[in-house]
């Protein structure tokens, strides 16, 4: 008897284990469950299917603006569409209960994704966020250019393009565990409940349009409803850079992504123009920029939130499909009976109520600058030979000063070219000439530096500009009565009775690729070798002057990277670079 009743009661308990009634999307194929209970619905579905989401106050990157979470505008405490369990439903491998109203399809293991993504506004920041975010189409322009501009992260990145100029890259990884979604196209058969909370606080909407009631409603319940969810993990490494050196790295690293713009920056002719377009397109797998800012995820093994949406309008939710257990509303006093005959007009205020939202909220529109720099002039100090029209116009001074060189006077020798735009007195047997110098490191925070090519300047303090050689030429000026002089800032070197002038250069590219520099006004640079470096936006004209030093024991001396071609036959000729700006019709 003992052996029967124990029996029995495993038999009892086989049985409790099964689930009753039918199991829709079930595989009766499958094997029955031996392994124990299904698993509880996860929180992902359980708490988010059929709730309010605000889209103003919302952002699918989570809440907290340094480690993500749970997307701040799902209204996990105002249920909209009512979820229910009394038919006992299993995903297709038994795994999880579901409720009745949601088809979820779990997977064994996550697909991964990976992707690159760049961003440098908060337009282009929403557009990227926006993938993990799908409206219905009868909603999906309303809130285009104010979404997410309430939330925490917006409002961080808004505040880094704008006080910190950043260009934004990061690195995403998702992995998809699944997803689940309500089954809005048998609503109306199932006749699938509303909460009841939503119920009442629907059916006491004015039929005449208050704007202040709607607007209360729309910030209680959201702005939309969550119908779709993906399960699963998402994480991101975020990086920044100033727009400055964005420009930069995109000028070296990205070909034809930048171009070469005149007459759109106030103040500068010059500027670079960056084709965000061709930037991603041509961005390699791998190649990143900028510095880590920060590391965040959301979701995750027991899939306890979405890491995607989709979501129905407001308005969508008073549609007749939803109201199918209206006349129980009415039973439970949630509704009047002349509701439902003035739902169409409570809808079309709604609708109204979701286009005015935005506004009233006092939302901005999404907006991104234009990713462009003015063609400034290169860090460091240094020194060029001044032009007949004056020294460049810049947003800071030139320091200005110059040099008499008392060349030989028996037979004297020297010679120039026709035209020659130095500024100076230019005789056969001496000369003076007129120099422009850059003192101060930065002058800006445009971080433009010296490009690889073929050209020299004059050193100005102790260390050539980054990237450029260091020499120098020695002028054996006149032994006999010399009357060498000079005033003013000039570049570093020797001045007494001999001339001795240090040089920075640069001989690490072709003079025929164009370098970048300021397009405002002439300026000069020196030769490295036979060419003219060429500039974008600037002609050239090749100009020369040669010294006729000392006769009698000649000391003319050249060394390390010098100017071209300096120590000649005992006398110093050097080879100039006249630049002047083409005509807005020939860049």
């Given at each position: ?94 795994e999880y209960i579901v409720p009745d109203q949601v088809l979820f399809s779990p997977r064994s293991s996550c697909v991964t994704t990976e992707t690159q993504q760049t961003f440098y506004g908060t337009e282009t920041y929403v557009e990227k966020i926006s993938v993990d975010m799908k409206e219905s189409g009868r ?442 700006p083409l005509q807005d019709d020939d860049v």
């Open positions: 008897m003992l052996s029967y009743l124990a029996l029995l009661c495993v038999f009892t308990n086989l049985v409790v284990a099964v689930p009753t009634g039918e199991l829709p999307d079930i595989n009766d194929d499958l094997p029955d469950i031996t392994d124990g209970e299904p698993l509880p619905t996860p929180t992902g579905i359980r708490n988010f299917i059929g709730v309010g989401y605000n889209i103003i106050d919302g952002n699918p990157e989570g809440g907290d603006i340094y480690l993500g979470g749970v997307d701040p505008g799902l209204l996990v405490t105002r249920p909209i569409l009512k979820l229910t369990y009394e038919e006992n439903q299993l995903t297709s491998d038994r909603v999906k322009t309303i809130f285009s250019k104010h979404k997410f501009s309430k939330s925490s992260r917006y409002e961080e990145i808004n505040r880094g393009v704008e006080k910190n100029r950043y260009v934004y890259y990061e690195d995403r990884t998702v992995c998809n565990m699944g997803q689940a979604r309500y089954r809005s196209e048998l609503a109306m058969y199932e006749q699938y409940p509303l909460d009841t909370g939503f119920v009442y606080s629907a059916c006491h909407l004015p039929l005449t349009y208050d704007e202040e009631t709607y607007m209360q409603f729309i910030d209680d319940w959201g702005t939309h409803v969550v119908t779709k969810v993906d399960l699963g993990s998402k994480s991101t490494v975020r990086f920044a850079e100033s727009r400055e050196d964005f420009v930069h790295f995109a000028r070296t690293e990205v070909e034809g992504s930048v171009t070469f713009r005149t007459k759109i920056i106030t103040g500068y002719r010059g500027a670079l123009k960056v084709d965000t377009d061709v930037f991603e397109t041509g961005l390699s797998t791998g190649q990143k920029f900028g510095s880590h800012l920060s590391n965040f995820t959301s979701g995750g093994d027991e899939l306890p939130e979405p890491i995607a949406v989709e979501l129905i309008g407001m308005h969508e939710v008073f549609d007749k499909d939803f109201w199918q257990q209206y006349s129980d509303y009415i039973k439970r006093r949630l509704c009047t009976v002349d509701w439902m005959s003035n739902k169409d007009t409570i809808q079309l205020n709604m609708e109204m109520a979701m286009n005015n939202y935005a506004d009233w909220r006092g939302a901005e529109e999404t907006v991104d600058p234009e990713i462009v720099i003015p063609i400034a002039w290169p860090k460091g100090t240094y020194t060029l030979p001044k032009p007949i029209y004056g020294c460049p116009n810049t947003h800071f001074t030139w320091a200005e000063g110059w040099r008499f060189h008392d060349t030989e006077d028996v037979a004297p020798g020297n010679y120039w070219s026709d035209p020659l735009h130095l500024s100076g007195n230019f005789k056969k047997n001496d000369m003076d000439r007129w120099f422009c110098s850059k003192t101060v490191e930065e002058q800006d925070i445009f971080n433009w530096s010296f490009q690889s090519g073929q050209y020299c300047v004059a050193k100005k303090g102790s260390l050539c500009p980054k990237g450029l050689s260091e020499g120098y030429v020695f002028w054996d000026d006149e032994d006999t009565g010399n009357d060498n002089a000079f005033a003013g800032d000039l570049p570093s070197g020797q001045f007494d009775h001999n001339t001795r002038i240090d040089y920075c250069c640069r001989d690490d590219g072709f003079a025929s690729n164009p370098i970048y520099l300021p397009v405002d006004e002439p300026f000069f640079l020196l030769k490295v070798n036979h060419q003219c470096q060429e500039v974008v936006g600037m002609t050239y004209t090749e100009e020369y002057f040669r010294w006729d030093t000392n006769d009698q024991g000649n000391d003319d001396l050249v060394f390390g990277t010098h100017p071209y071609p300096g120590d000649t036959d005992n006398n110093i000729l050097l080879d100039f670079c006249y630049y002047e």
